[in-house]
């Protein structure tokens, strides 16, 4: 069964870090499969402006939740605010995420805690929270957002990758205590993706970067948004723990 496949029973989503990029594409796909849709963003006016536009395209219910990934006792109100309105949450895309780069020695201590509160720290207080609501029913599906650095590693993205790596392990552990309550917990581990991470890239770098993908081309968000979709349906109902990477084929 495909999310919000029964109208009478829609699935509830939450997707963090879902204004723009990866998060909005995955926020899209779910509305667009007829779930209820709680868009998080780091403002209320991001979270609400998404809402609005995704609830007036796709006719689906939205809930708009301004929250700072890395400061749990914010993360802790959108749950209750989800739990007021809809007293369950089904779905969680564990999404939100900084950016942090630069060579080892340039990292500045403050750019390295803000890409561990954010990415790291604020990926565990979503999946504690959500798996709190999720127990309630003996049921739910987790898809964290890793990266291709957490896995490989990257020149230049040390600290970034670190907190990437943090989620595949999170991911890991989280699905084996999780298990036995019915929550699934997957991650995705995207490569090269047209979001405003690539802005960065003068052409010439993104373009040798690209040389190396088998498929010759970055990827699109709407195709993180697949995965998650699939992961969260019940055509993955026997998928548990796995950190899946979407790259292209990249070495």
Known sequence: ?????????????????????????????????????????????????????????????????????????AVDGCYRAIFQQFKRLDVLVNNAGILADGPIGMIAPDQARAAFSVNALGALFHLQAASRLMRRRQSGVIVNLASIMGERGAVGASAYAATKAAIASLTRSAARELGPFGIRVNAIAPGLIQTDMLAGLKPEQLAERVATIPLGRVGTPEEVADLALFLASDQARYINGQVIGLDGGMP
């Open 1 to 73: 069964m495909a999310p919000g496949s029964e109208p009478e029973a829609r699935r509830v989503v939450l997707v963090t870090g879902a204004s723009r990029g990866i998060g909005r594409a995955c926020a899209e796909g779910f509305a667009a499969a007829g779930c209820i849709v709680a868009v998080n963003s780091t403002t209320t006016a991001g979270a609400e402006r998404a809402a609005g536009e995704i609830a007036d395209r796709y006719g689906v219910p939205t809930l708009a939740l301004g929250a700072d990934a890395g400061d749990d006792k």
